[in-house]
């Protein structure tokens, strides 16, 4: 996507100074079995065309200009799964991605403060959006108001939060609790008349009971927490030391800051190094928003209507449908027999409930949830119990995206995996071979160009060719349509670290 | 199973007089998603080692001998799949099945009059054991002391019920109501001193409501109808014939009988053709319970405590498994979070519960049900809601049992089929040609023996084979253990009845 000129915010020549940071490491525990570990919430694609973090990536740009760099914050664990997810969108092809790379996870406040440092090390004053990448935001006029106003209030040095005007007595956010309107916000030449209202923050205040979230939503001033901050990166550091120590979860700030600087410093490859594991795992983990936020008095609210919604449990997936008479929300292959207010998530295979009442249902290719819409919050617990028995099913999806397509496990036994692989037009995998498994390749759909010992040639549906372990071989798609390959590997070790790659469109590391 | 002959119920010159008869015919809606229609619930073995079917049979033989004839009785829909499924079970290799085939459904009067009629063209004297193929019964003493007592009795020209001594007042089952002992079963010589009081029926009765269940508990001359019986081939017809009129139910049961007896004169083909189909298209559908046995003054019930059950909804897969402390019953990969009384039956699949009480959720590899206890019985209604929009998950089993071991289909698209194939040692497929489909083979273990347009030869594991279509073509497992092969067909039709069989070790049917 090529936006023009007049679409972005600011006028081209401050265009260079605004970074859009994109946090791109939640776990995204309550949406299990949709995600998994290695595919967080942010890579799902249930809600719309793309992913969560493709959608937010697509609207920052539109704050910050199609070639202005954007910075992805992620973990170690999931930097390939989320580049490869990245390489894969078309719309992003020609995005200037840049990663940050938290050594091991330690909450928002050090992630939020490498950020910052490594923005700050170009340019002191550059304004930085942060945005979370697992969030559903209409990139509408409202949008682009709401960011306008918190990059002006921001050039003020303040931080600036989000703040979404409740609709309803909500008790699954926290709160933005605004004081007064900011003197400084006389209107300034060159903005519209309808500028949004900016506040200055009194205090940040937990998610609420619900005759509290009732008072909340009556006073006016109170709003729902976004997360999303927009300051300079300058005063990001700064704020994080001078609220040092007041209170225990500010005490080790400017080991933070002096940490992410540190970090900063150094070429991306070195924070996948023990020393920066080190360095990272000496910090605490403890959000921004206690950290920082909720102590410093340079913080400003911009309140909005905004189509906006943190996509927080499963039961958001009734958004995608209308109900049945019965209240019912069927999304894929369900049949909802005497239920009522059930949710049915089934893709992939037939789901059918009978007599059942306010219950949800989301189905999977490898595991599958059922629960009371009441307990749709507390699916962490499963995730838990699952990660105590070390299941398979809590950490890798049986669909991953790469830059080429993608892969389905589609059947796996002793000694043997069978994946369905989809490669997009005019892509190809790396060059590259197995130690300890050969392949079977079928060809069920298109032509496939393979590269096998040197030697090119092209087979065609219904054929088939056999890839001995040790010898280095590419799949490439020079057709038009999408290439699928049953693929059958056999082996004593069918590990995905089990690949050497002599080259590869996307530069990606063999293990 | 072959029995010694001090096993067998009867002596040695009486035994000839005795045939079993397994109704093999339910569709078994009950069960579904673990039955379907072509692998109903007396093909299920999840209950044991065996199927129902199975355990069925040879529990039979310890009756009968292991050397008399077995009418399974079958229609026409069923057929290729019962036999298939009796092929495979090695007990059951050196049976000596034959099949009565119902033209079409027509409940059990027709069904167990052809049965009869078939047995009474050789033998009109003999005795026959009429077994559900669907229930579960502990092979014990118990069993064949009861048998004992219902065959002594049908000598007397007696139509014999087994009825269950009720242990909770169950309101899922029919009842048999007792009159009094019956006179003429004065103990005789060679008879144990233990032998089962046998008493004259005097009503059958409905399902009850719960009081009326406990009054029957109470009353101790009440019994649960187990659905068997045993009779003379003879007497069976004979006392069809005798009540005919006596009711609305009963009104066609002359014809019945003249057209069970008008099929059992011709060869088991015929029973596959147009004009079987019509003769048995103009019966009634009508229970054998209705149409004879409440009409009839000549019904006796044997009263037992052998352990039976007719596995009559879901619920039933409780008894594999002991309850957990929350009383979840967990079988297969099931995990249950703050659950409570839930069952998980999950083979394949991860499936968890959050939260759930009282609820049952059963998994195959293409379709779940959910629901909660109290609705096990209406798993009817969502089968029908199925039907009425032909999924196809109501009607076939993704795994299927043959003669020569299973396939499984893993995935499936636009022209093109995954299955993996399990092949038994020793066992072949037919010698076959497909018209519309290719074929690749990867063994994935064992070695497969592959005969193709006349030559054979060896593929070891890791290897693959390309099967054109039009060419003759046959697999075969030569080694000791199972043969495992992934079989990718290709082409534009991928149907199970596109086959040309040359030779089958199983003379099964070319399509």
Redesign the interface.
Known sequence: MSLRSEERCLPESSRQDIHAVILAGGSGTRFW?LSRELSPKQMLSVFGETSLICDTILRARSIVGADAPLEIVVGTVLFDEIRNHLLAQPQLSDAQLEYVIEPVARNTAPALALAAATIEARDPEALVVMLPSDQLVESDEMWVKTMKAALAEAKHDRLVTIGLVPTRPETGYGYIKAASELSHKAPQKGTTSSKLRVASVEAFVEKPDVPTAQRYLEAGNYYWNSGMLVAKARVILEELCRVQGLNAASADNVQIVETARALAAVPEAEHFKAAALRAFEALPSVSFDTAVLELSNRVSVVPTTMNWSDVGSLLALETLVQPDKQGNHIIGEG?A??SRNTLIY?KD????????QD?F?V?T????????R??AQ??R??VQ??QN?E?P?VREPRVSQRPWGTWNI??Q????K?K?LTILPGARLSLQSHERR?E?W?V??GTATVTQEGTVRDIS??E?V?IPARTQHRLENRGTGDL?I?E?Q??DYLGEDDITRYSDDFNRRSY
């Open positions: 079995p049949l027999v005497d089934s295979r037939l789901l059918a409930t009978l007599g059942t219950l249902v189905d290719p490898d595991a599958t949830l059922v629960a009371p009441e307990r507390d699916v617990l499963v119990a699952l028995r299941a099913e589609v059947e036994g002793n000694g043997f069978v369905e050969s079977h079928v069920v759909a549906c219904g088939s056999f699928h049953i059958i056999v082996g």
